[in-house]
């Protein structure tokens, strides 16, 4: 089993930043896409970004492009994602997950989820 720890959650107004950090307990074969998702109240979660482990590739959903970034630091198995420009709408639950591979993003394909860190945005 592989557990996901995040941190870097807040409330920040509109226009600001945060940085949100995922470790993980160890690297696994069934870890090597890390990413995240969000869910908003009365919403269904979404994926936001991943990353792959095997080749560094990155892949962002169209509303956060330009303005979020995912990393990673293989020395400290944590992966970050830098969060910029940040709208209202960015306002949810920002979950850790991790899969085999980034194939495409169904939760139901990730296999490991982290507790989840708040993110709210005021306008």
């Known amino acids: 089993q592989v557990q996901l720890v995040e941190s870097g959650g807040g409330s920040v107004q509109a226009g600001g930043s945060l940085r949100l950090s995922c470790s993980a307990s160890s690297y696994r074969y069934d870890n090597r896409c890390m990413g995240w998702f969000r869910q908003a109240p009365g919403k269904e979660r979404e994926g936001v970004a991943t990353i792959s482990r095997v080749d560094g590739s990155t892949a962002y959903a169209d509303s956060v492009k330009d303005r979020f970034t995912i990393s990673r630091d293989d020395a400290k198995r944590t992966v970050y994602l830098q969060m910029d420009s940040l709208k209202a709408e960015d306002t949810a639950m920002y979950y850790c997950?991790?899969?085999?591979?980034?194939?495409?993003?169904?939760?139901?394909?990730?296999?490991?989820w982290g507790q989840g860190t708040q993110v709210t945005v005021s306008s």
């Open positions: 997950t991790a899969a085999d591979r980034c194939a495409d993003w169904v939760p139901a394909r990730f296999r490991y």
